[in-house]
């Protein structure tokens, strides 16, 4: 079974950092780009970015909301995927979801982890 | 950035009904890449349908998707009580990008 679970999150104050992580399992994880989108309270989800698989050149895409302050990055000995949350915002409290992107070059998301909890509050 | 508006917000209904849900693009999807998603509370989404009309792998064939251009339209044919959630819609045509859910309630 395809599996993703990811961890790292908690309370941060305003302005630090945080790296999230998603572990997998279940799948040839080299084979696949990984996104992450994330969930305020009470609100819809938000595309935050994605990595491509080492076949495509493992390079990474960003939405505008957080590009300059969020990295993902991916260790495939591991079969881990990362966020890298730097100068964290109050509006960046969320769940954080980890998503394989189902295809190659159409950015839908057909597994998703269940989630990690991000506050930022001082 | 391509805004998806999702109508209606919150659709009441009984199981047995069918349920229609709307998602309006702000611009054309050239290519139909639409994906609707289902969410209960407490879980992560899960996918239904992509490419605007296909199903994803082991969803019943009462959900079903429709549309093209700036309409589209996801169609629960008969509810069951396992259905009711918020359904999100998603365009993968450019810099993915989701619409505001639809709740669909008993």
């Known amino acids: 079974d395809v599996q993703l679970v990811e961890s790292g999150g908690g309370l941060v104050q305003p302005g630090r950092s945080l790296r999230l992580s998603c572990a997998t399992s279940?799948?040839?994880?080299?084979?696949?780009?990984m996104s992450w989108v994330r969930q305020a309270p009470g609100k819809g989800l938000e595309w935050l970015g994605f990595i491509r698989s080492k076949t495509y050149g493992g390079t990474t895409q960003y939405a505008a909301s957080v590009k300059g302050r969020f990295t993902i990055s991916r260790d495939d000995s591991k079969s881990i995927a990362y966020l890298q949350m730097n100068s964290v915002k109050t509006d960046d409290t969320a769940v954080y979801y980890c998503t394989r992107n189902a295809a190659t070059w159409e950015l839908f998301f057909d597994y998703w982890g269940q989630g990690t909890p991000v506050t930022v509050s001082s | 950035e391509i805004v998806l508006t999702q109508s209606p917000g919150t659709l009441s209904l009984s199981p047995g009904e069918r349920a229609t849900l709307s998602c309006r693009a702000s611009q054309s999807l050239s290519t139909s890449y639409l994906a609707w998603y289902q969410q209960k509370p407490g879980q992560a989404p899960r996918l239904l349908i992509f490419d605007a009309s296909r199903r994803a792998t082991g969803i019943p064939a009462r959900f079903s998707g429709s549309g093209s251009g700036t309409d589209f339209t996801l169609t629960i044919s008969r509810l069951e009580p396992e259905d009711f959630a918020v359904f999100y819609c998603q365009q993968y045509d450019s810099s993915p990008t989701f619409g505001g859910g639809t709740k669909v309630e008993i």
């Open positions: 279940g799948f040839t994880f080299g084979d696949y780009g």
